[in-house]
């Protein structure tokens, strides 16, 4: 496991650098499953979103607006990672991410476009047999694709799976 603090702070300032001018608008930076222990030995796992509100002329932001909550009823409570997702640009297309699981830098987002597809469609209320009809897959892989989701991202359950999703603004 990486270690949340130096960790992400260095692969931050290196994806804030690489990002090239162009898409220096509409930044939103996203961190989910921070886990940390309350002096009462309680548990807290932390979702943050920050967006920049003042930036310069070289688009380097100095003062964010951070929202935080505590989702520890969202997570797995044994789901040992955290994620951090970067979404810029005009329409926040241009992603980079990072999973302490693999602890990988990379421009892939946490979950694929046909993954967000079947969530986007289980947010709406479907049900397997029916996105699997709708998106001409099997049932079966529609359940794949939904475990994958709820492990990558550590959610409880499903419902977990899409209130992460939509909070971190994936769909």
Not at 67 to 89: E, M, S, T
Not at 119 to 129: F, M, N
Request: net charge positive.
């Amino acid at each position: 496991m990486l270690l949340f603090f130096a960790d992400s702070i260095n692969w931050f300032q290196e994806t804030l650098n690489a990002i090239p001018f162009k898409h220096r608008v509409n930044i939103t930076i996203i961190h989910g499953g921070i886990r940390y222990w309350r002096l009462d030995n309680s548990p807290i796992c932390l979702f943050s979103k920050g967006l920049p509100i003042h930036y310069d002329a070289e688009r380097n932001f100095s003062f964010t607006f951070n929202y935080v909550q505590n989702i520890h009823h969202l997570l797995k409570k044994d789901f040992p990672h955290y994620w951090i997702r970067i979404a810029c640009g005009a329409n926040k297309e241009f992603v980079h991410t990072l999973h302490s699981a693999d602890k990988k830098s990379s421009h892939k987002d946490l979950l694929s476009g046909r993954e967000k597809e079947i969530l986007q469609l289980i947010g709406e209320d479907l049900d397997t047999k029916e996105i699997a009809e709708k998106l001409f897959i099997s049932t079966t892989t529609v359940g794949h694709h939904r475990s994958n989701m709820i492990e990558r991202l550590g959610a409880r359950d499903t419902t977990a799976l899409v209130q992460v999703a939509k909070m971190a603004e994936m769909i």
